[in-house]
């Protein structure tokens, strides 16, 4: 599990108990997925090497150095194509050094995001530890001051034409064209059933291959399900089931047989000698899909191993589906994600969209 020392950040903080609040940490971050605590230690580590570069204290941070940690992870200095020498400009009357963008703005939220967490973990620790509840108890948490907020909202401004880029959908057309481009080897069989479950599920890359064919259940009609006993959005472990489609099946059926998969992971690489490994890695789901993109025809840079979520979304907006069916079928706990996913779709079908086809300024879907 991804971890971060804190105690060491604490001045204050008798030694003796540094190892009680380390453990504390511990048993505050068991509440949360792997992946999640990984990605906050992550985060977390950019952070501290940052503030080891400038004598920084990272916890409890100031926001006058959260703010400039905005700034220097959300910009570079503009450097001259030809030379590499640094671009200044005159800016209200005096020569300043020309900036460009440096990290996405919204990976430095997501910095911000983990930073908040460790500082209230870190300062509800100690207060657990030594019983002092008043320890820190007025404390504002720096992320959360105005100055770093308006920080963050005017980096967001200056870069508000970069957007950050969605990934390209693969949709039913798509989807078909590289099924039927694929032959009967193992390894094109493997890469049919893993695109047609990742379509009808909409699941991640990190829940695909974590798929055992002890979650899967075929019906009477050549449907089936597979149940999802964790993903991002199920903290709790609630588990829920997913819709796969009786061609799926059919696809799934094929790859076991000529894998001898009889139980456990569903998905697993095919080394060299067509020889089935013992699993996948979950990096390797994008790198498929954008092999195959590439294999027929397609612009692939933009392809992800969400894709096919992309595209199975903006199929549903298409079919009719409203939001609270799209979030379920979808695994989302809120709306915005599926929004955004269908946003360019709903343009389409918006009231400009309808009078230009009633004026004959737009050609028919037909």
Request: hydrophobic letters at 40%; one cysteine or more.
């Amino acid at each position: 599990m991804g971890s971060v020392s804190l105690v060491s950040v604490f001045d204050s903080l008798p030694v003796e108990l540094h190892e009680a609040v380390e453990e504390r940490i511990r048993i505050y971050q068991n509440a949360f997925a792997e992946n999640t605590n990984r990605a906050r230690a992550a985060d977390f580590k950019i952070y501290k090497a940052w503030c080891d570069r400038h004598g920084h204290r990272p916890v409890p941070a100031t926001p006058e150095q959260l703010e400039q940690f905005i700034w220097e992870m959300a910009t570079k200095p503009k450097c001259d194509p030809k030379t590499g020498e640094v671009i200044f400009i005159e800016e209200k009357g005096r020569k300043v050094m020309a900036t460009e963008q440096n990290k996405a703005v919204a990976t430095v939220s997501r910095y911000l995001t983990s930073i908040k967490y460790f500082h209230d973990i870190g300062m509800d620790a100690v207060r657990d530890v030594t019983g002092d509840y008043s320890y820190g108890h007025n404390a504002i948490n720096p992320v959360s001051t105005k100055r770093v907020s308006m920080a963050l909202k005017t980096v967001a401004l200056r870069f508000r034409s970069r957007s950050q880029r969605q990934a390209a959908p693969i949709k039913y057309e798509m989807l078909d064209k590289i099924i039927d481009s694929l032959g009967d080897d193992l390894r094109d069989t493997l890469y049919k059933a893993l695109i047609s479950v990742a379509f009808d599920t909409m699941m991640r890359c990190s829940e695909l291959v974590r798929i055992e064919l002890e979650h899967l259940q075929f019906d009477h009609d050549g449907s089936g399900s597979v149940y999802v006993g964790w993903h991002k959005t199920d903290q709790t472990g609630e588990g829920s089931h997913r819709y796969i489609s009786a061609e799926t099946v059919d696809l799934i059926n094929d790859w076991c047989n000529k894998a001898h998969i009889e139980s456990g992971f569903l998905f697993r690489s095919v080394g060299a000698g067509n020889r089935v490994l013992d699993s996948m890695h979950k990096d390797r789901i994008a790198r498929i899909f954008k092999n195959l993109a590439k294999r027929n025809g397609y612009s692939f840079k933009d392809v992800s191993a969400h894709s096919t979520r992309v595209g199975a979304a903006q199929e549903l907006l298409v079919d009719g589906a409203d939001l609270p069916a799209m979030m379920v079928a979808g695994g989302w706990k809120s709306a915005t994600m599926p929004v955004r996913y269908a946003s360019r779709l709903n343009v389409k079908k918006g009231a400009m969209a309808a009078m230009s086809k009633k004026r004959g300024r737009s050609r028919s879907d037909n």
